[in-house]
């Protein structure tokens, strides 16, 4: 040992010694007292929070398998009827024979007599999807006349002439004679004059289900069901309060013996489906992120107790951030509590483990031991408060209250802690070694313009992926064919119509007859969407018509002289060979004009109880609700509306319509929460720094990570969406913190070149990396689990990691000192 190094080595022992009565008085940064408070309080707190947690945790309260977390709350399906899906076996067509309508071989025939036990069985908490197809076609034959809109009572006075009557008896008796009429399908005793074809440009106003019969649309069965086209499946509705294990049972003992399979199709069973992979698949995940952390911190740190603290201490917060969001009921605060661990949820909290290290590590080189940083990181999350996503909103506030506790914890418990653990004497040399930064500004500038210009390039072409279709690992087979043969349930909108005002419904018996009434306006406006925009239209307002219209028809009506032409038609009827008496409930019924089809007749007919299942609410408080199934895939309608049209419509709202919008404002609310957190990113940095030159080289850093993140996910064929806003705003606010620290390294290893004291003293960039490594860890946890959403968080948030750590070496301190350059004024130069 030299003899500079033997005083250097005195000097160090002589200062500890000196500073032994002083250390003996503290624990930490905090005097002893004090530091054994806050450790006692946080020994308590995360012990009843974990109890709490393993409680919550055994009564399946914990994780929630709901998927409409993302969508904003007016959007979200207001009812998840159970569907019972009935699927006629083969083995039993097999073995089942008998000829005829009656053939109990024939798929129809067994499900009729499954959908017969299931209303046996359950009574009234089986609801008609539909309107059963008898009573529609006695409603539509008693009124067909006054449901022709009057722009066509001009044709049908053509019809009911005496040469086209004429015509149209003398087709109807070839037809008759025919030796194929009895296997065409056509019913003429209900419409002898084609009257009926008069109301094809009303398709999806009239009926349940928009497609004609024998079309690969799912019909309506005679008890109101759906069959599907391929006539072996059908479905049955549901109105229960019993639990979904309940009704499974019942279901299954009211088909026993028949040959068919039951499936109960229950938003509850799915989401508790889910709750279960989530706990098991979060519990690996965390594990495998904790396993990580510190292993990194192990290798590098080399100190086995420290880590192990701080390992403690990240769980503790992961424990308190699951408590809070979670356990407790925040009502004072608006509700702001996440609602359960969401298959969003978890990957964030996750990623608040990697994130919740930076303040552990101590990477001091913005503001006063390093509060800038912190913040920074706090704050990455605020700008989500400014987008539409409920569950995001919440996030803004829980992560940065996490962050913020992560701090605490790892600032004033964890070094307490240590201390008061054995540990190997303290090594800092970590700290100091490393990469030295070198400003290079023009390779710089060209690499962040570059992945700046490829992301804005990649951006448009990723697929745009709903927030009601978060990707799960498995999804129930019995949905899948429920969306093949049925239709898909993100697709089905809802449109609300409530009673007119008091004053002008005194002539209505009932508020329900009120609100049946307006909805007869709102069907006439939703049809327009039929076919190009929905598929059908789904309401009890399509038939009947508004008091004023029906007035107005009857007057238009009363001009045709209904009486006179079906006289004329008894008589060619007569003339022609025809019984006459074959079609006298047509004549009956465009005879009898008196008789409209007015709400209140059909809540008084058979139409009653299905128009009941509309109705919500109670007394005067009551509304019908129609709804609409809009053609489209994953959840994103195939025809998109603009902000005009659908200010044109009633007021649509389903998580269909959500998507819709969002899919069209997506670049534009990314872009709003982008530039909110690059600016407050550089905000936090310049008030860290009191450097705008390094801010700015942040800012553009965090751009150029975002951008090179879209293009590695469109290279990689992935998707954009409301799912993938969280971690492009983590990483851009990630890379911005690097490079800051990296420029303030650079700066200060520039200043202090050439002097041995200079080369030795601030951190080095092995904890920076250290630091930017972390979240990486989170990620690669991520992207090892077995949910496919949060595969792809973790893929973004690593390949921002990576290229944050790049960027923040090399581009930041390059730009900064461009800025530098850019401020600094010339030198004037001095004459000779």
Same mark, same amino acid.
């Given at each position: 040992m030299s003899e500079g190094q033997g005083e250097a080595k005195g000097q160090t022992t002589a200062r500890a010694r000196a500073d032994e009565p002083r250390a003996a008085a503290r624990l930490g940064p905090l005097p002893r007292p004090l530091a054994l408070v806050i450790l006692g309080v946080w020994a308590l707190v995360t012990l009843v929070a974990l109890v709490q947690l393993i409680q919550l945790d055994r009564a399946s309260s914990l994780w929630s398998g709901a998927l409409d977390s993302l969508v904003p709350e007016v959007h979200r399906a207001s009812e998840g009827r159970p569907l019972v899906l009935l699927r006629a076996l083969p083995d039993g067509l097999e073995s089942a024979d008998g000829p005829g309508d009656d053939d109990p071989s024939d798929p129809r025939t067994i499900l009729d007599e499954a959908a017969f036990a299931i209303e046996e069985a359950l009574g009234e908490e089986r609801v008609p999807l539909a309107p059963p197809r008898t009573e529609i076609t006695r409603w539509l034959d008693a009124h067909a006349l006054y449901l022709l809109p009057?722009?066509?009572?001009?044709?049908?006075? /053509? @019809?009911?002439?005496?040469?086209?009557?004429? $015509?149209?008896?003398?087709?109807?008796?070839?037809? #008759?004679?025919? !030796?194929?009429?009895?296997?065409? +399908?056509?019913?003429?005793?209900?419409?002898?004059?084609?009257?009926h074809e008069l109301a094809k440009g009303e398709a999806g106003r009239l009926g349940h289900v928009a497609e004609a019969p024998g079309s690969h649309g799912p019909q309506v069965s005679a008890s109101g069901d759906l069959i599907a086209a391929s006539g072996d499946r059908a479905l049955i509705a549901l109105r229960s309060d019993r639990t979904a294990n309940e009704l499974r049972a019942e279901l299954e003992a009211a088909v026993d013996g028949l040959p068919v399979s039951v499936a109960l199709i229950d938003p509850r069973l799915s989401e508790a489906a889910l709750a279960t992979q989530l706990r098991r698949d979060a519990a690996t995940a965390i594990v495998a992120c904790c396993a990580g952390l510190i292993l990194a911190l192990s290798i590098v740190v080399r100190r086995v107790v420290p880590v192990l603290v701080m390992g403690l201490g990240l769980a503790s917060v992961w424990v308190w951030l699951a408590w809070a969001g979670v356990g407790l009921e925040l009502e004072s605060l608006g509700g702001l509590g996440l609602g359960g661990l969401g298959l969003p949820s978890v990957a964030l909290s996750i990623l608040v483990l990697g994130f919740g290290c930076d303040a552990g590590l101590r990477?001091?080189? #913005?503001?006063?031991?390093?509060?800038?940083?912190?913040?920074?990181? $706090?704050?990455? %999350?605020?700008?989500?408060?400014?987008?539409?996503?409920?569950?995001?909103?919440?996030?803004?506030?829980?992560?940065?209250?996490?962050?913020?506790?992560?701090?605490?914890?790892?600032?004033?418990?964890?070094?307490?802690?240590?201390?008061?653990?054995?540990?190997?004497?303290?090594?800092?040399?970590? @700290?100091?070694?490393?990469?030295?930064?070198?400003?290079?500004?023009?390779?710089?500038?060209?690499?962040?313009? +570059?992945?700046?210009?490829?992301?804005?390039?990649?951006?448009?072409? %990723?697929?745009? @992926?709903?927030a009601a279709r978060l990707p799960v690992t498995e999804l129930d087979p019995h949905e899948r064919e429920l969306i093949?043969?049925?239709?898909?349930?993100?697709?089905?909108?809802?449109?609300?119509?409530? !009673?007119?005002?008091?004053?002008?419904?005194?002539?209505?018996?009932?508020?329900?007859?009120?609100?049946?009434?307006?909805?007869?306006?709102?069907?006439?406006?939703?049809?327009? %969407?039929?076919?190009?925009?929905?598929?059908?239209?789904?309401?009890?307002?399509?038939?009947?018509?508004?008091?004023?219209?029906? /007035?107005?028809?009857?007057?238009?009506?009363?001009?045709?002289?209904?009486?006179?032409?079906?006289?004329?038609?008894?008589?060619?009827?007569?003339?022609?060979?025809?019984?006459?008496?074959a079609f006298a409930e047509f004549v009956r019924g465009a005879t009898d004009i008196e008789d409209l089809p007015s709400a209140q007749a059909a809540l008084d007919g058979p139409l009653g109880p299905w128009i009941s299942a509309y109705l919500v609410g109670e007394g005067e408080e009551v509304e019908l609700r129609a709804r609409v199934e809009l053609r489209g895939?994953?959840?994103?309608? @195939?025809?998109?509306?603009? $902000?005009?049209?659908?200010? /044109?419509?009633?007021?649509?709202?389903?998580?269909?319509?959500?998507?819709?919008?969002?899919?069209?404002?997506?670049?534009?609310?990314? +872009?709003?929460?982008?530039?909110?957190?690059?600016?407050?990113? $550089?905000?936090?940095?310049?008030?860290?720094? +009191?450097?705008?030159?390094?801010?700015?080289?942040?800012? #553009?850093?965090?751009?150029?990570?975002?951008?090179g993140v879209l293009l590695g996910l469109s290279l990689l064929g992935q998707s954009t969406g409301p799912h993938l806003v969280p971690a492009l705003v983590l990483v851009g606010a990630g890379a911005g913190l690097t490079g800051a620290r990296a420029c303030r390294i650079a700066a200060r290893t520039e200043a202090q070149a050439g002097t041995e004291s200079g080369t030795q003293s601030g951190p080095g960039t092995r904890p920076l990396l250290l630091g930017a490594a972390c979240p990486i860890i989170a990620a690669a946890a991520l992207l090892s689990s077995a949910q496919p959403l949060w595969r792809e968080l973790g893929l973004a948030v690593g390949i921002g990691g990576v290229l944050g750590c790049g960027l923040g070496l090399f581009a930041a301190p390059g730009l900064a000192s461009l800025f530098a350059r850019l401020r600094r004024p010339a030198k004037p130069e001095v004459s000779s």
């Open positions: 009057i722009e066509t009572h001009d044709a049908l006075a /053509e @019809r009911l002439s005496d040469a086209r009557m004429l $015509a149209e008896v003398q087709g109807l008796d070839a037809r #008759l004679t025919s !030796p194929l009429f009895s296997v065409s +399908g056509e019913q003429p005793r209900r419409d002898p004059l084609g009257v990477v001091h080189e #913005l503001g006063a031991r390093g509060w800038a940083g912190t913040l920074v990181v $706090a704050g990455a %999350l605020a700008p989500l408060a400014l987008s539409p996503y409920p569950l995001w909103q919440r996030w803004a506030l829980w992560w940065a209250l996490a962050c913020l506790a992560a701090a605490l914890i790892m600032r004033l418990v964890v070094p307490a802690l240590v201390e008061l653990l054995p540990s190997s004497p303290a090594d800092s040399e970590w @700290r100091r070694r490393g990469l030295r930064p070198k400003p290079i500004a023009a390779l710089a500038v060209l690499v962040c313009v +570059g992945l700046s210009a490829a992301g804005a390039w990649a951006a448009p072409q %990723l697929p745009y @992926r709903s093949e043969h049925f239709f898909d349930p993100t697709m089905i909108v809802t449109a609300s119509t409530t !009673p007119a005002a008091p004053d002008e419904q005194t002539s209505f018996d009932t508020p329900a007859a009120a609100a049946l009434d307006a909805a007869a306006e709102t069907a006439a406006q939703l049809a327009v %969407l039929v076919p190009d925009t929905a598929r059908r239209v789904d309401t009890p307002g399509s038939f009947v018509l508004p008091r004023a219209e029906l /007035e107005a028809r009857k007057q238009a009506l009363a001009k045709l002289k209904l009486d006179d032409r079906m006289a004329a038609l008894h008589e060619l009827l007569v003339d022609q060979g025809l019984r006459a008496e895939h994953d959840g994103l309608p @195939r025809a998109a509306l603009s $902000a005009a049209q659908l200010a /044109e419509l009633p007021s649509l709202r389903g998580p269909a319509i959500a998507a819709m919008v969002d899919a069209r404002e997506f670049d534009r609310r990314l +872009g709003v929460v982008v530039v909110a957190g690059l600016w407050l990113t $550089a905000f936090l940095v310049w008030l860290g720094t +009191g450097s705008l030159g390094i801010a700015l080289a942040a800012a #553009l850093v965090g751009v150029a990570c975002e951008g």
